[in-house]
């Protein structure tokens, strides 16, 4: 069984604090050692003591450390074993895991370029970009491993990082934090916290500023705190104001449903102008035919829960989809298969609605679950409203311009964008930089 350390101060230590992370198959896959909310304050407190780092090392230890996650074996973890041990962990199909490999060292390579474009136009010769702070909390997600290469924006900009992981994928960030650690970073610049939840009160307090991750409560809780961003819930949209052709169904399915539906980018609601439930018929059909296989399978394409967690999101779907037509009925005789492993495959949902205001489109799900219902021109904006991410597939340039002016919509697309959400330099909630920076004035003699 794997042991899942506390490390600070470049130190990994046990704790007489632990619980147990089992893997979608039921079976017991790790202990996990807990930090203390007093080692929580003392870490903090030991990240503002540490020494200056230089930004051309701090890039290069960046460059390194992604390097370093795709290829080495760290903590004597393969990046093979990486893979497997966050699939089972996470329920996320391994082949996320593996394109995230990948990915964090692309990443890791443009984290100069990346955090650079961020600074404000005006910073120059009578202002300067400067930090907000010197300590950044993480509470990390668990739906997708690649989100954790938004917190590396804060270490180039300058920030000591404390991390508390997910409860359901510790690995992924103790992995990066043992890269960034392997590719020289000084040990008070970064730790690793794992906790129950109330850790994740102690650390947005120890630190000068925190990233949180979470539902709706904690985005409630936390709203008007202006030292703590949250990103909650993501609930994106597609419209489509057009003929539904072949190309267009694929990147349909594509949005709602790459990466195993996990992504807060995935799409969660689809509203036409055509007919609406012919387009849902046709997105069933489809999402019906992905191919079930355990989770640690490369052909895996959909999620997988312990049996009594999957009952337990179906049960919330279908309380929330009360008054919507199940448009999978027809193609699934079982939405929740039990595989050889003694996991449950979480297999997609449509359901058609009549309205837009349908309270399902407000819901999101940890697997592919969309809501299509009918829009019409007059309609405008309104319902689209409150999206991480709007995907316009229309000729309508007025209604491409209100979007990018509506505050709540975050991301916006026109037309079909395919693998947007793997561009680095794309905001997919405004620039971390925002938060993490300020401009203040500078005059020299």
């Known amino acids: 069984m794997l042991s899942i350390p506390v490390l600070r101060g470049g130190q990994e230590s046990g704790s007489r604090d632990t619980s147990v992370l089992s893997g979608v198959d ?6 996990v050692h ?17 020494p200056a780092v230089g930004e051309a090392e701090r890039m290069a230890v960046l460059a390194a450390a992604g390097r370093l996650f795709a290829e080495a074996t760290l903590g004597g973890q393969s990046p093979d074993d990486y893979c497997h041990q966050q699939a089972l962990a996470s329920g996320v199909p391994v082949s996320v895991a593996r394109e995230t490999l990948s990915r964090m060292r692309e990443i890791c390579a443009v984290l100069g370029e990346v955090v650079a474009r961020q600074s404000p136009a005006g910073a120059g010769r009578t202002a300067r970009w400067v930090r907000r702070g010197e300590v950044f909390g993480v509470v990390a997600p668990s739906n997708h491993p690649a989100t954790h290469a938004a917190w590396l924006q804060a270490i180039a900009m300058g920030y000591r990082v404390v991390v508390r992981p997910g ?7 103790l992995r990066l934090v043992r890269a960034l650690l392997a590719a020289g970073l000084d040990p008070a610049w970064i730790s690793f916290l794992p906790g129950p939840h109330s ?11 925190a990233l ?4 709706e409560q904690t985005v409630a809780r936390l709203r008007g705190n202006d030292r703590v961003l949250v990103r909650g ?3 994106s949209k597609i419209l489509l104001d057009g003929p539904l052709d072949e190309a267009t169904l694929d990147h349909l399915v594509a949005e709602i449903a790459a990466d195993g539906g996990v992504r807060c980018t995935n799409a969660t609601a689809v509203l036409t102008s055509g007919d609406h439930r012919a387009l849902a018929d046709a997105l069933a059909q489809r999402l019906a035919g992905l191919p079930i296989h355990p989770i640690t399978d490369d052909r895996a394409a959909l999620p997988a829960r312990p049996p009594a967690e999957a009952n337990g999101l179906r049960a919330a779907l279908d309380r929330v989809a009360q008054g919507t037509e199940d448009m999978m009925r027809p193609y699934l005789d079982e939405p929740l298969p039990v595989l050889d492993d003694g996991s449950a495959a979480l297999r997609p949902a449509v359901h058609c609605a009549d309205s837009a205001n349908h309270p399902g489109l407000a819901t999101e799900l940890p697997f592919p679950s969309v809501w299509v219902a009918p829009w019409r021109e007059a309609d405008g904006v309104a319902p689209l409203d409150g999206s ?17 002016g ?3 919509i975050r991301t916006v697309l026109a037309g079909r964008v395919p693998g947007w959400w793997k561009d680095p330099y794309l905001p997919h909630d405004g620039y971390l930089g925002q938060f993490l920076g300020e401009v203040r004035g500078f005059a020299a003699a």
Do not use: K
Request: a negative charge; proline letters at 7%; glycine letters at 8%.
């Open 199 to 209: 850790a994740a009160d102690a650390l947005v307090a120890a630190v000068d500023l």
């Open 212 to 215: 949180v991750y979470g539902g």
């Open 26 to 31: 039921g079976a017991e896959l790790a202990v």
């Open 388 to 404: 991480l991410a709007l995907t316009l597939l229309t000729e309508n340039a007025s209604l491409i311009a209100d979007a990018l």
């Open 34 to 50: 807990e930090a203390p909310a007093l080692i929580t304050r003392l870490t903090a407190q030991a990240a503002r003591r540490a």
């Open 167 to 173: 409860t359901r994928d510790p690995i992924t960030p």
């Open 406 to 408: 509506t505050p709540g």
């Open 233 to 235: 819930p993501g609930r």
